[in-house]
């Protein structure tokens, strides 16, 4: 069907402002409510790492927080995000993390939607924007990497303009990158779609100077901070582990898990080549490196996204949709909600990644005792005071450990053996599909101490159970 036949089907909006802020707003109102934000671990050691650095005032360069690695080299690439996170939480507990994650989310789609509005009528741009919503659901997470959405979606909204416009990039932008290098190592990727717009530009013989001196310019700018040098090492680092197949966020993308996302990026693609005259070869192999980047990590997937619409969405109209926006009615609903995030009550409550009942349940003396620990368990562990033996932060951890307390959790006992007399944990709390929870219900030196459905806890005997249990009751 002819594309631009497709859009005659909708009549013009005279109040595509309204449209878009009740879009964004209904979205946004569903984060917020639905529960889905604060599903992973995570949260919670980034949450301790922002208290951390806002009561030393320093960022940490060695663990503070695991038994297993404290005391050794880590940095918190992602402090300012942490930071703002702890200040968020400080202001309004976690009604100020699901705000500050709202408002990313929230102004990452209000970039796309007007861009999508752009060059479509406003009932499929709203359709594509739904769409794009349900993409990046799984992926809207209160961690650091939300929060930089907007600034990869306002980049290269920059960006392309620019080229679009044959002109170099507008120096102030070059703010945006100091600001995304301290709150996300994906700013390595804002640095790479600038490379490939820049030998675009050279290409074209348009501004090529102007661009070099830009880029120059961003790459320098992505070193002011604490880390300097140390956020972009940390991006390869981490994309070179042997462990991420083994990590959810990580895994490869496959037909069962991302058949939307798949459908997506085949829909992409058709659309590229159909329209392949109006796009430039640069932008097909920028778009081809995000495809396999998306393919290899599920965690790419939110990139591909975000850049592939803003790429592709000048192909599925000959000309831009002229029309007038009056903004400041249509901010109002904004507002509202976020008085409303901030006035009803929220309590965080048990999940797969918050066994909060059950650390609720132990006695307080086992905080301070070595405990093994589920990989989700860390972050809240963190959170509440408890020292873990593993977390969320693979790349401190490193593939060995990481393997081999996966090969523990799955029920080799040799392994948890040799774990136990180098560690000497005396407690486990544990996920309930975990095959080393049948193992220590069979062993005779390990007890079921408590069991619900999102965590299931074990003591060794040799403990005085019922002083324990005198003092948790």
């Known amino acids: 069907m002819n594309l631009e036949r497709l859009g005659s089907l909708g009549h013009e909006d005279k109040r595509p402002d309204l449209v878009l802020a009740a879009l964004v707003v209904g979205v946004c109102a569903y984060l917020a409510f639905a529960g889905n934000l604060l599903r992973d671990g995570d949260t919670g050691w980034h949450l301790a790492a922002g208290r951390y650095i806002f009561a030393t005032r320093s960022v940490p360069v060695v663990d503070p927080f695991s038994y297993t690695f404290g005391g050794q080299p880590w940095h918190a690439h992602e402090w300012l995000s942490e930071l703002i996170f702890a200040v968020a939480y400080r202001l309004a507990a976690w009604r100020g993390i699901i705000l500050v994650s709202v408002g990313a989310a929230g102004a990452t789609l209000l970039i796309l939607a007007r861009q999508t509005f752009r060059w479509l009528p406003a009932r499929w741009a709203v359709c594509l924007c739904l769409v794009v919503c349900l993409l990046l659901r799984p992926l809207a997470l209160a961690r650091p990497h939300m929060l930089v959405w907007p600034l990869l979606a306002g980049w290269l909204v920059i960006l392309l303009r620019a080229r679009d416009e044959r002109r170099a990039p507008p120096a102030p932008a070059l703010l945006i990158m100091p600001l995304w290098a301290n709150l996300h190592a994906s700013y390595v990727l804002g640095l790479g779609i600038l490379a490939a717009l820049t030998v675009e530009a050279l290409l074209a013989r348009e501004q090529a100077r102007a661009w070099l001196i830009f880029a120059v310019g961003a790459a320098v700018a992505a070193c002011l901070g604490p880390l300097l040098l140390g956020g972009m090492a940390y991006a390869f680092q981490v994309s070179g582990m042997r462990v991420l197949p083994l990590i959810d966020e990580w895994r490869p993308a496959n037909l069962h898990d991302d058949r939307l996302f798949v459908t997506f990026l085949l829909c992409c693609w058709v659309l590229a080549v159909l329209r392949f005259r109006r796009i430039h070869p640069v932008r097909l192999l920028l778009l081809g490196g995000l495809s396999a980047m998306a393919l290899l990590h599920a965690r790419h997937q939110m990139m591909f996204v975000i850049t592939a619409l803003l790429l592709l969405a000048p192909l599925l109209r000959e000309r831009e949709i002229t029309r007038e926006w009056r903004w400041p009615a249509s901010l109002i609903p904004f507002g509202l909600l976020a008085l409303l995030i901030l006035m009803l009550p929220f309590c965080l409550r ?52 990481t393997i081999e307390y996966i090969a523990m959790l799955r029920g080799d006992m040799a392994r948890f053996r040799r774990a136990e007399q180098r560690w000497g944990f005396i407690w486990t709390i544990l996920p309930p599909d975990a095959g080393l929870i049948a193992r220590l219900d069979r062993s005779p030196a390990w007890r079921r101490y408590y069991a619900d459905h999102w965590a299931v806890v074990h003591i060794r005997r040799s403990l005085r159970l019922d002083r324990l249990r005198a003092e948790q009751d």
């Open 350 to 401: 048990d999940g797969t990644a918050y066994p909060m009942t059950a650390l609720g349940r132990l006695p307080h003396e086992l905080r301070t005792r070595p405990v093994l620990n589920g990989y989700s368990f860390g972050g809240p562990m963190i959170m509440m005071g408890y020292r873990p033996y593993i977390d969320g932060r693979a790349d401190m951890y490193g593939d060995a450990f």
